[in-house]
């Protein structure tokens, strides 16, 4: 049986409820169930819509926009927040374990996007030693376009400024939005094959349903791949 993310964050989850601080668990808690009581599907992107020319700063140095990353067949956009994501630290690798090999066995780039500044999202990619594209959308530019950004809520913003430092400072964006995490599947022709949006950040998309999409759209017989 392949790996779950989902349990793996929800042992995260569990490990916080046994090891933190009421207080800080509540403002976790509440702001996650915040963003799932406000989320708006209909203003996120949608299957079917077509994404106009983007551009994306590869932590590695330069630039990957969308008719690069286009050019021999579809792509997978993964977006997290940040590099100090404990819950990216789980996401990451576990795409890097799941969908990755068999997305480079078919040609298609799999980027993992942040609005974290270069210099710092790059710390993500060392950590764990991913192969898979670890890219930044200045200003959140492709994430506002997509319509999945956040801003921290009041009591969530207290309780980073009572830690030091705003996310703004963190990300090197100055502000207090965020992605939610979100996978898109780009078809060749620009037009979004699937997307999956989720609002509380300790859910998180599967695998299997992203390369189910890919090899749909490359007409492939499905591999796949169990650890």
């Known amino acids: 049986m392949s790996e779950s993310l989902n349990r ?3 042992d995260l989850h ?3 409820v046994a090891t933190w601080a009421p207080e800080s668990l509540k403002v976790n808690i509440d702001q996650r169930q915040r963003l799932v009581d406000q989320a708006r599907p209909d203003d996120y992107v949608q299957v079917g819509d077509e994404l106009d ?3 994306l700063l590869n932590v590695e140095g330069g630039e990957l926009n969308r008719d690069l990353l286009l050019a021999d067949g ?3 956009l993964v ?3 940040f590099a100090g994501c404990p819950a990216c630290n789980i996401a990451l690798p576990y795409y890097e374990r799941q969908l990755y090999p068999r997305l480079r066995e078919l040609g298609v780039p799999l980027v993992a996007v942040s609005p974290q500044v270069p210099e710092r999202l790059v710390d993500i990619k060392t950590r764990h030693n991913l192969q898979l594209l670890v890219a930044s959308d200045k200003d959140n530019n492709l994430g506002r376009r997509l319509g999945i950004l956040y801003s921290f809520d009041e009591a969530s913003r207290i309780a ?3 830690k030091g430092s705003s996310i703004g400072e963190t990300t090197g964006t100055g502000t207090w939005e965020l992605p939610q995490p979100t ?3 780009i078809a060749k022709d620009g037009t979004v094959a ?4 989720s609002p509380d950040w300790l859910v998180r998309t599967e695998a299997e349903p992203v390369l189910q999409v890919v090899e749909q759209l490359l007409g492939e017989q499905p591999v796949r791949l169990a650890i």
């Open 160 to 162: 980073a400024l009572a």
């Open 14 to 16: 569990a490990e916080r």
């Open 194 to 197: 699937f997307v999956e949006v």
């Open 8 to 10: 793996q964050l929800a």
């Open 53 to 55: 020319p983007f551009t």
């Open 183 to 185: 996978v898109v599947v």
């Open 74 to 76: 579809p792509a997978v």
């Open 79 to 81: 977006f997290f927040r």
